[in-house]
């Protein structure tokens, strides 16, 4: 039998966002915001990486307490919880590479280890992996450390397949694209679960918008189309607070209407 949701579980129902078309593409992009704006950080403003993931640390650690005291889903507040957790994911990768030597292989099957083991410990405690049950503070912790481990792991991999396997950025992200396009095409034709696919695509989101960002940002002789990392980084942040705001006014709308 089961029992009643209480008034606060009631309450915390709409903590994450519907998964459609807009949350893919604003995940995308915040992906892309996550490589570009890192490099901006530690480059262009001559903040370094210590400095950078100092300062960013912080900033998530506010919105992360912000958005988990949020008794629901406020859109402004997840997706720069989500833009701050890319930054941030890249850091740490880019801090055991760079400044403990650690390989990307390493990095790779490391935070691969981590993410799956993330995963076995919410299934185990909570017997869901489902993003449409975060409705206690134990899921979302388990929910955002998925998401911390999928943009670390995502940067690994990406920075792999770019850099380490001499891929170049334009095919690492016309293969990481296309394995997408594998899983959407697994779901809806043959079926694949629901909660596997998402979580699947939502790994292999972090290297494809990586790839893009680093393809439309680096300069011609590295590989990239030379738009420099304030340029991409201004496109995809307007597009992203564009996006954020037309859902918040379509959220209070269908409020109204309620």
Same mark, same amino acid.
């Given at each position: 039998? &089961?029992?009643?949701?209480?008034?606060?579980?009631? #309450? *915390? +129902?709409?903590?994450?966002?519907?998964?459609? %078309?807009?949350?893919?593409?604003?995940?995308? *992009?915040?992906?892309?915001?996550?490589?570009?704006?890192?490099?901006?950080?530690?480059?262009?403003?001559?903040?370094?990486?210590?400095? =950078?993931?100092?300062? *960013?640390?912080?900033?998530?650690?506010? $919105?992360?307490?912000?958005?988990?005291?949020? *008794?629901?889903?406020?859109?402004?507040?997840?997706?720069?919880?989500?833009?701050?957790?890319?930054? $941030?994911? =890249?850091?740490?990768?880019?801090?055991?590479?760079? &400044?403990?030597?650690?390989?990307?292989?390493?990095?790779?099957?490391?935070?691969?280890?981590?993410?799956?083991?993330?995963?076995?410990?919410?299934?185990?405690?909570? #017997?869901?992996?489902?993003?449409?049950?975060?409705?206690?503070?134990? #899921?979302?912790? $388990?929910?955002?450390?998925?998401?911390?481990?999928?943009? /670390? +792991?995502?940067? /690994?991999?990406?920075?792999?397949? /770019?850099?380490?396997?001499?891929?170049?950025?334009?095919?690492?992200? +016309?293969?990481?694209?296309? +394995?997408?396009?594998?899983?959407?095409?697994?779901?809806?034709?043959? #079926?694949? &679960?629901?909660?596997? /696919?998402?979580? %699947?695509?939502?790994?292999?989101?972090?290297?494809?918008?990586?790839?893009?960002?680093?393809?439309?940002?680096?300069?011609?002789?590295?590989?990239?189309?030379?738009?420099?990392?304030?340029? =991409?980084?201004?496109?995809?942040?307007? =597009?992203?607070?564009?996006?954020?705001?037309?859902?918040?006014?379509?959220?209070?709308?269908?409020?109204?209407?309620?």
């Amino acid at each position: 039998m &089961n029992r009643p949701l209480s008034k606060s579980t009631v #309450r *915390m +129902l709409n903590k994450v966002p519907e998964v459609t %078309i807009f949350f893919w593409i604003i995940k995308i *992009m915040a992906t892309t915001v996550g490589e570009t704006a890192a490099d901006f950080l530690k480059v262009i403003l001559h903040l370094g990486l210590t400095g =950078t993931s100092l300062i *960013m640390g912080a900033l998530l650690l506010i $919105f992360l307490i912000t958005q988990i005291r949020c *008794m629901k889903y406020v859109p402004w507040v997840y997706w720069v919880t989500v833009v701050l957790l890319s930054i $941030f994911g =890249t850091l740490i990768t880019d801090n055991l590479v760079d &400044n403990f030597g650690v390989t990307l292989q390493t990095t790779t099957a490391v935070f691969g280890v981590a993410l799956l083991a993330t995963f076995a410990g919410w299934y185990a405690s909570e #017997r869901t992996l489902s993003i449409h049950t975060i409705y206690t503070s134990k #899921r979302e912790l $388990f929910y955002w450390a998925a998401i911390l481990f999928t943009f /670390a +792991l995502g940067t /690994a991999a990406g920075d792999l397949a /770019a850099e380490g396997l001499r891929l170049g950025y334009a095919v690492s992200a +016309l293969i990481f694209g296309a +394995l997408i396009g594998a899983v959407t095409i697994a779901h809806y034709v043959f #079926r694949l &679960n629901a909660i596997l /696919a998402f979580w %699947i695509a939502y790994v292999l989101t972090r290297p494809f918008g990586a790839s893009c960002g680093d393809l439309l940002s680096q300069p011609a002789s590295n590989g990239g189309l030379g738009l420099g990392t304030v340029g =991409t980084s201004a496109i995809f942040l307007l =597009t992203i607070v564009g996006l954020v705001a037309y859902l918040t006014i379509d959220q209070r709308k269908l409020l109204v209407q309620e």
